[in-house]
């Protein structure tokens, strides 16, 4: 009873507080339970310091770098925190309530696919059903879970086989993450109407149908975006109905899990499972309130493994752009393009998740410095952008791609694709277990691929081209291990060695496993009993040099692997 009443008594300060700390802010934007603000780094101090710890606390939007302001959403969670750095702010308008409804909603009197509104929650559901009837044989609406508020979050799965497994890469277009950036919410549902009202009479379209598993979700956050109720996006707020920054939200490879402090939201989770379930290759995210193709990494200063592949397509985007666009359209930082952690770092964002965890291709696109622009607006929205839409996409059919399969069988393998002396970082990719099937995304030039999977010989193949706008096709089929000793070699793989931060271990065999880190004086520094069928090890307070891992598995076999620690 004692604890209970605790509890309570500290629920009671914790609203007390609340209130008082937003007690010189409008009621409507309490109940909306963040703030929008504005105000001026200190030239005095190191910008990429203050900026990493700005983020620990708020969510910045945007950062000019010359004059150094930042435009930034803070919570009600987080408010006390922010004061207390004691930057002089200015209150903003929140952008989702600087237009009046009449400049956002659906006229009547003009027909639906006007394209000049922005859908309400039923008129969503609608369009998106209407999407699936319409066009049965190459398009299904598919709910992967409900937000918070109990909101479908709806994909859209378009091609011309999907009601069965291919070998078609997969390929995903989502938006609007941050609720009150809306542009990219509109462009993907049109997007979706272009793909299936073209499909067999564009060539291009239907190349596209017919060889990409495309899949779209115009909206991420469903409960930031009806904020304000379910009849309009007028009141959209960035953070969802907790208040809480889902594009903050993920694991990061820098910061690990949960680093803004919270908990995995019920969208981000149903996201990572989703993810985690397909197989993509390639996606996009859509926001608002710049005009730039950000391309990874947003959490550290390194450049990705495929940092000269990221320039030429988010490249391409811009200048595809520019050719159809105002000259004052998508010309921020790089002329339309910036890796992200130069222009600034963030933390448990979407893109670095997708392509550290997920081995795939995500690029965040802002595409429009307004984050919620005047429905009229929506239709040149759509013109200066949708060739880029259709080039971006287009990309996931390039590079080197094929089937692993096993020699003896024929048998599909799920088996690792590494670029040797390219790759890191998480960058290789694996191929599908149920169909065999990998895509390696590569700038034009030579490489060398060596395919890997446990219970089999790995195979390298030492010269492969890879051709920009080209694809190179290249089947491996890769020996069983039949022989007893050679298999005691391998019932674990343990890579990446030389490491750093982490090392992982995948078991060839499920059961319970001992694995022990011996320093080269036989010291234990970590053991791990695990059942599970991967194992990652921290390596961040392990100093550099040279390391053993014992590996005893239940059924009596052992072995040792040598570790490197750089």
């Not at 694991?251 to 149903?270: C, F, R, S, V």
């Not at 320039?311 to 159809?324: C, G, I, N």
């Given at each position: ?20 700390v937003y ?17 001026n780094?200190?030239?005095?101090t ?5 900026l990493?710890?700005?983020n620990k ?17 803070v919570s009600?969670?987080k ?5 207390e ?11 989702s ?5 009449a400049?956002?909603d ?14 309400n ?9 209407q999407f699936?009837?319409?066009y ?6 598919i709910s ?8 479908d979050i ?16 997969e390929?995903m ?6 609720g009150?950036e ?11 109407d272009?793909l ?17 598993d ?5 909206m ?6 009806f ?9 959209a707020?960035?953070?969802?109905s ?17 680093p803004?402090?919270?908990?995995y939201?019920?969208?981000t ?15 996009a ?17 390194k ?7 990221w320039?030429?397509?988010?490249r391409e ?6 050719q ?14 910036t890796n ?6 963030i933390?448990?964002g979407?893109?670095d998740?997708?392509n ?27 013109n ?11 990309q996931?059919?390039?590079?080197v791609?094929?089937?692993?399969t ?6 599909t ?46 195979k390298?193949v ?18 069983p ?8 070699k ?28 011996i ?5 234990v ?24 891992i ?15 620690v750089?």
């Amino acid at each position: 009873m004692k604890n209970y009443t605790i509890s309570f008594i500290l629920l009671i300060a914790l609203f007390i507080s609340a209130i008082n700390v937003y007690s010189q802010f409008p009621d409507e934007l309490i109940a909306r339970k963040e703030i929008f603000v504005e105000f001026n780094l200190n030239s005095a101090t190191d910008t990429k310091a203050q900026l990493e710890k700005l983020n620990k606390v708020i969510s910045i939007s945007d950062f000019d770098i010359e004059d150094l302001r930042v435009e930034a959403y803070v919570s009600i969670n987080k408010y006390d925190e922010f004061n207390e750095l004691g930057y002089n702010y200015k209150l903003l308008t929140p952008p989702s309530m600087l237009l009046s409804r009449a400049d956002l909603d659906k006229d009547e009197s003009k027909g639906v696919n006007e394209w000049d509104y922005y859908p309400n929650w039923q008129q969503y559901n609608d369009m998106m059903q209407q999407f699936a009837d319409g066009y049965p044989t190459i398009c299904e609406l598919i709910s992967i879970g409900q937000s918070a508020e109990g909101r479908d979050i709806l994909f859209l799965h378009i091609g011309d086989s999907i009601d069965t497994e291919t070998n078609e890469p997969e390929f995903m277009y989502t938006s609007s993450i941050h609720g009150d950036e809306l542009t990219g919410y509109v462009l993907t549902l049109r997007l979706a109407d272009y793909l299936l009202s073209n499909y067999g009479n564009d060539e291009r379209v239907t190349n596209l149908v017919d060889n990409v598993d495309i899949w779209i979700n115009p909206m991420a956050n469903p409960d930031g975006t009806f904020a304000g109720g379910n009849n309009s996006v007028y009141g959209a707020t960035r953070f969802n109905s907790n208040g809480v920054d889902m594009n903050r939200n993920y694991p990061d490879p820098e910061d690990g899990p949960h680093p803004d402090g919270n908990a995995y939201q019920q969208a981000t989770t149903l996201f990572m499972n989703f993810a985690s379930e397909r197989d993509f290759v390639m996606s996009a995210n859509f926001h608002g309130g710049a005009e730039v193709i950000n391309y990874p990494w947003d959490t550290w200063s390194k450049l990705s493994a495929d940092d000269d592949w990221w320039y030429f397509v988010s490249r391409e985007y811009a200048d595809t752009v520019h050719q159809y666009a105002p000259a004052y359209y998508m010309r921020d930082l790089d002329n339309g393009v910036t890796n992200g952690y130069q222009w600034y770092s963030i933390s448990g964002g979407r893109q670095d998740y997708m392509n550290y965890y997920q081995h795939c291709r995500e690029v965040t696109a802002e595409i429009s410095s307004t984050k919620l622009p005047s429905a009229s607006q929506l239709p040149d929205f759509w013109n200066w952008n949708y060739r880029s839409l259709l080039n971006y996409m287009e990309q996931v059919l390039y590079g080197v791609r094929g089937l692993v399969t096993n020699a003896s069988n024929g048998n599909t393998i799920k088996a690792k694709v590494f670029a040797n002396s390219h790759d890191f970082d998480e960058s290789y990719v694996y191929s599908t277990a149920s169909n065999g099937n990998y895509q390696r995304l590569l700038k034009s030039g030579l490489y060398s691929l060596t395919f890997s999977a446990l219970g089999y010989y790995d195979k390298t193949v030492p010269m492969v081209a890879a051709i920009d706008y080209g694809t190179t096709i290249l089947n491996v089929q890769l020996e069983p291990i039949t022989s007893i000793v050679d298999a005691k070699k391998v019932f674990a793989r343990v890579y990446p060695n030389p490491a750093s931060q982490y090392v992982k271990l995948d078991f060839a065999h499920d059961g319970e496993h001992t694995v022990q880190l011996i320093d080269i004086q036989g010291k234990v520094i970590s053991e791990f009993l695990t059942s599970e069928t991967q194992l990652q090890i921290p390596l961040d307070n392990v100093s550099p040099g040279k390391y053993l891992i014992s590996i005893k598995a239940f059924s009596g076999d052992s072995f040792v692997v040598n570790l490197v620690v750089n």
